[in-house]
Each structure stands twice: as C-alpha cells, then as structure tokens.
C-alpha cells in the first residue's frame, strides 16, 4: 500500500461549506498529499470560496480546481484566482485545467477544443509571468491536465506539468495511458494523478452500486484502450442519455453500468477489500491516486472511513 502522501481527495461541493471544510481539515491531518475542488457552478458551491477558505485552514496539503475550463471562466479571472490562491496557501496551489464537462454542458455551451485549451495554458502562464499587475515570491502555479482519451492525454504530455487521468483501474487502460503520454514527450518532474473513483462500506454490493455514477462518467468519455464488448455496449447506452443535470449524484446513471465491470473502474466494497485493490495498484515514480469518494453518506465521514479502515 502506498503511503498516505500519495493520495489525494477529490471532493466537490455538493454539502455546505462547513462540511467540505470539515474533510479538508480531515484529509491534512490524516497525510493525504492534497485535496483537488471540482469546478461545476450549477451543480456545486464555488469552488475558489471553497478553496480559499481551505487555505486557511490547512497548512501543508496541495490545493486546486479540479477542473476548471477555458469556457465558462475567463483567463484573467482563472489566472487571477489561482494566483491569489497561490499566494494565500504559502505556493500551495495547483491548476487542474480540462476541455470541460458538466461545467459547460449544464450553461449549454460547448466543452473547448484542444487547440482552445493548449492556447489557454499558454496564455495562463503569461498572465503569471507578467501579465498581472501583482505577482509574488511564490514558486509557479504547476498545470495539470484532466483527460481520458487519446489525444487529450497526448497533449497532457506536450504541454503540462501533469495529468490528472480518469481511465480507471485495470492495468490495460493504465499502460494504454502511460503510452500515450510518453508520446507527448513529458518534462523531468511530470506528475500523474490516477483519479479512482472509491466507496468503502460494510455492505460491499451497496459500495459497489455506490461508484456506479463514476464509472457511468469514466465510460462516457474517450478512453486510451479498447473497451471489451461489454463495457463498449455499457459505454453507448451511457452516451446516448447521459443526463449532466443529474452528473455524479447518487444512483444516477447506475441501472446503464454491469456489475461485472465495476472492479475494472473503480475501487468499492468492504473495508478490506478496498485496501487489497489499492494495494494492487502499480503506481511509477511519479504517479499517486486521487481518491473520489462516492455514496450517500457525508464526505467527511466517507474520509474518515477512508483514513481508518482502507488506508
């Protein structure tokens, strides 16, 4: 099993304020290694109040959006935000920057191009570089990419600091998408973060429903090796009604995900089955797990649960 510091809590604002401040207390003081804020503004609280607010709170873990897009922000306003960020956590913070998901899809706009986003880092590291009229000491504000497919994860290795990758857990995705980065060509330092969607709980089978609207989101997006027959039949029912007004709650999209697929996309059951399937992980010099936690339950519960039965 990897040590604490190698994983990450990925956390979005679905509960009030406090609570999610709660798990973020809750994840430095256990030694995870930083906790990333999804950015979707119809769906969850906003995440730089968040974030601010847990810069204030903690003193050592990594923070960041996780992630945000060149579409529904402005580049002024993102390179603004991060930055000031950056300076309120001690040089704490870190970009996750993607095309855009439900972010854009519930504003009924359209996710960015890949031109689009790699014009966009370019721009975010000028605007740090000089383009704001302020600037600190601190160290630079590292890019990391979201991606899944292909040609997003090539670009993730052309262009950023490092991936955040939603490819799930089975080994033939994970070489599919460490080949497809090395194509990119990444600098010394490139970090990846697998990110696993996780549901630890006594009953196994309800951990394992629990996940399913992970892996429904996993499945609609493009993936770095070939799906099996039954995960390419899963993968076209996800796609032709995926609903992101109901994106990532609970139960939502589970009745289109076979069970036979989840353990290939996700990490769920007792306790210990939990800890033998993160123990299984093949992570590289480099690599760390951003854990998703899903369920019904509150997340700082879930990470409580995460932290004294799994880790």
């Given at each position: 099993?990897?040590?604490?510091?190698?994983?990450?809590?990925?956390v979005?604002?679905?509960e009030?304020?406090?609570?999610?401040?709660?798990?973020?207390?809750l994840?430095?003081?256990?030694?995870?290694?930083g906790?990333?804020?999804?950015?979707?503004?119809?769906l969850?609280?906003e995440?730089?109040v968040?974030?601010?607010?847990?810069?204030?709170?903690?003193?050592r873990?990594?923070?960041?959006?996780?992630?945000?897009?060149?579409?529904t922000?402005?580049?002024?306003v993102t390179?603004?935000?991060i930055?000031?960020l950056h300076?309120?956590?001690?040089?704490?913070?870190?970009?996750?920057?993607?095309?855009?998901?439900?972010?854009?899809?519930?504003?009924?706009?359209?996710p960015?191009?890949?031109?689009?986003?790699?014009r966009?880092?370019?721009d975010l590291?000028?605007?740090?570089?000089?383009?704001?009229g302020?600037?600190?000491?601190?160290?630079?504000?590292p890019?990391?990419?979201?991606a899944?497919?292909?040609?997003?994860?090539?670009?993730?290795?052309?262009?950023?600091?490092g991936?955040l990758?939603?490819?799930?857990?089975?080994?033939r995705?994970?070489?599919?998408?460490?080949?497809?980065?090395?194509?990119?060509?990444?600098?010394e330092g490139?970090?990846?973060?697998?990110?696993?969607?996780?549901?630890?709980?006594?009953?196994?089978?309800?951990?394992?429903?629990?996940?399913?609207?992970?892996?429904?989101?996993?499945?609609?997006?493009?993936l770095?090796?070939?799906?099996?027959?039954?995960e390419?039949?899963?993968?076209?029912?996800?796609?032709?009604?995926y609903?992101?007004?109901?994106?990532?709650?609970?139960?939502?999209?589970?009745?289109?995900?076979?069970?036979?697929?989840?353990?290939?996309?996700?990490?769920?059951g007792?306790?210990?089955?939990?800890?033998?399937?993160l123990?299984?992980?093949?992570?590289?010099?480099?690599?760390?797990?951003?854990?998703?936690?899903m369920?019904?339950?509150?997340?700082?519960?879930?990470?409580?649960?995460?932290l004294?039965?799994?880790?």
């Amino acid at each position: 099993m990897p040590d604490r510091a190698a994983f990450d809590l990925v956390v979005y604002g679905t509960e009030a304020p406090s609570e999610l401040l709660d798990c973020v207390e809750l994840s430095e003081q256990g030694g995870f290694g930083g906790v990333w804020v999804g950015d979707s503004p119809v769906l969850w609280r906003e995440l730089y109040v968040l974030l601010g607010a847990a810069a204030e709170r903690t003193d050592r873990i990594r923070l960041g959006p996780a992630v945000t897009n060149p579409v529904t922000r402005h580049l002024a306003v993102t390179a603004s935000a991060i930055r000031t960020l950056h300076e309120l956590s001690g040089g704490r913070a870190a970009l996750g920057l993607g095309l855009g998901a439900s972010a854009v899809r519930t504003v009924g706009a359209k996710p960015a191009r890949l031109a689009e986003l790699e014009r966009a880092a370019a721009d975010l590291r000028a605007l740090w570089a000089g383009g704001l009229g302020y600037g600190g000491d601190e160290p630079p504000v590292p890019i990391l990419l979201g991606a899944s497919g292909p040609r997003m994860l090539e670009l993730c290795g052309r262009i950023g600091d490092g991936c955040l990758a939603v490819v799930g857990v089975h080994p033939r995705q994970l070489e599919a998408a460490r080949a497809r980065l090395a194509v990119g060509r990444p600098t010394e330092g490139f970090e990846v973060v697998w990110w696993v969607p996780i549901a630890a709980a006594e009953d196994g089978d309800q951990a394992r429903e629990d996940v399913k609207p992970y892996v429904a989101r996993s499945l609609r997006h493009p993936l770095p090796a070939e799906l099996t027959p039954v995960e390419q039949e899963a993968a076209e029912r996800i796609r032709a009604s995926y609903e992101y007004g109901r994106h990532l709650k609970p139960g939502a999209h589970a009745d289109l995900v076979p069970d036979e697929i989840v353990a290939d996309w996700a990490v769920a059951g007792t306790p210990a089955e939990c800890r033998a399937q993160l123990a299984a992980l093949d992570l590289r010099p480099g690599e760390r797990v951003g854990l998703v936690p899903m369920g019904r339950e509150p997340k700082r519960v879930q990470a409580r649960r995460l932290l004294e039965g799994v880790l």
